[in-house]
């Protein structure tokens, strides 16, 4: 696998965004291409489906806002694949794309917490740039953006792959919740941001090789009110903090650090929550081996109704399907194969790429079929058995 640090480039210093003055905006080009608008927080919100008119013009001028960018930011990156997409078929080449914007946020992230570490500075407007990053590869290749476990890419460190993942799924959730721009920001950079209490903790807690006893527990607790109040001073909006400092409540009060309940529980905690949850399991640890997608839904279905806010928890399953994308399947026909595609409206039925047909043979991987019916899914599986099953199929990802 290739490091993350060998494919560094800034993706929007690479990307074909320009300057473009209020005054020469119009409607032709707001539709046509994507319109990005830096605000007073450093944070810059597309803007590509808003429609143009006055009304959208005098706020602007009044929010003293005279310069847009447009452009497409992971234009650069989508380029750079298709130059080397010989010999690939559509599913990696669909991998290669979404793991090279990955590899750009992923080490974008280890800047700067490394920075925060050395320095205790915290720079929204270059977490804004990460986000938007983010939402960009959702918005054009969401099919393949949240296939981490896919990517042909080592993800060294748990507190940086935990950000970037847990904050790209939240963004899932808060885009099928309809949240404006400026909403889905906060919770990104809620997001983003929920573990840094972690960071102030005595090392040896954070010591991955063991497991920690209930005394420790207690004080790696204490990590989202030193979260909560080390972003105190920057003054941001009430969501963001309450995400940061109650995404460990749970729905029964069972939770921390005040074993709130309910809706006691703020909109970006519940979200967080889930998210933070689900990342956790699906990540290999070294004290604990990583669960399948399936196995983790599951898990978190299973506390649906003492842990989990179930509204949150049902949109990450109709995003993910009950078969999260990349999942590797047994059919009731005997086939194998991955879970490549899912409709949010039906999560129930994904479609699969059939790898392994049902007289055992590896297929060219052109084939799909739509499971429900006849076809069902007999066993999903194991993290071992799914690089078999890509390695006989002869699959680069």
């Known amino acids: 696998m290739e490091s993350i640090r060998e494919q560094r480039t800034s993706l929007w210093q690479t990307s074909q965004l320009r300057a473009m003055e209020l005054r020469n905006i119009n409607g032709e080009t707001l539709t046509n291409l994507g319109v990005w608008i830096e605000d007073n927080y450093g944070y810059i919100v597309n803007a590509a489906n808003a429609p143009w008119n ?101 993800r060294e460190d748990y507190f940086i792959a935990h950000a970037v993942e847990t904050t790209m799924l939240s963004l899932v959730v808060g885009k099928s919740l309809r949240l404006v721009p400026h909403r889905l920001m906060y919770l990104g950079i809620s997001s983003f941001l929920h573990e840094i209490g972690l960071l102030h903790m005595p090392e040896d807690l954070m010591d991955e090789n063991r497991i920690l006893n209930d005394k420790e527990k207690d004080i790696l607790s204490k990590h989202t009110i030193l979260g909560y109040n080390i972003l105190k001073p920057l003054g941001l909006d009430r969501e963001i903090m309450l995400g940061v400092l109650q995404h460990h409540e749970r729905r029964d009060g069972t939770g921390y650090t005040e074993g709130l309940s309910g809706d006691e529980i703020s909109l970006f905690a519940k979200i967080i929550g889930v998210t933070c949850s689900y990342h956790a399991q699906i990540f290999e640890r070294n004290f604990k081996r990583a669960k399948s997608g399936h196995s983790s839904l599951v898990d978190l279905l299973n506390n649906l109704n003492s842990k989990y806010d179930p509204s949150i928890l049902k949109i990450l399953v109709q995003e993910l399907s009950i078969f999260p994308l990349g999942s590797g399947v047994e059919l009731s026909d005997g086939s194998l194969g991955i879970i490549m595609d899912v409709d949010p409206t039906d999560p129930r039925h994904p479609t699969a790429q059939i790898l392994v047909d049902t007289l055992g043979n590896a297929t060219d991987g052109t084939d799909s079929i739509r499971i429900g019916g006849y076809i069902t899914v007999k066993s999903v599986l194991s993290t071992q058995e799914l690089q078999e099953l890509k390695s006989k199929a002869g699959l680069r990802f």
């Open 54 to 154: 006055q009304n959208l013009e005098r706020l602007l001028h009044k929010w003293r806002i005279d310069t847009l960018y447009i452009g497409d930011p992971v234009a650069s990156i989508f380029e750079d694949v298709s130059k080397e997409k010989d010999g690939l078929s559509d599913e990696e080449e669909g991998l290669l794309r979404a793991s090279s914007v990955y590899a750009h946020i992923y080490q974008a992230t280890v800047d700067f917490y490394e920075r925060y570490k050395g320095k205790r500075v915290i720079d929204l407007s270059e977490i804004g740039t990460i986000i938007r990053d983010m939402i960009d590869i959702i918005d054009h290749d969401r099919r393949f953006a949240l296939r981490f476990n896919d990517f042909d890419l080592v």
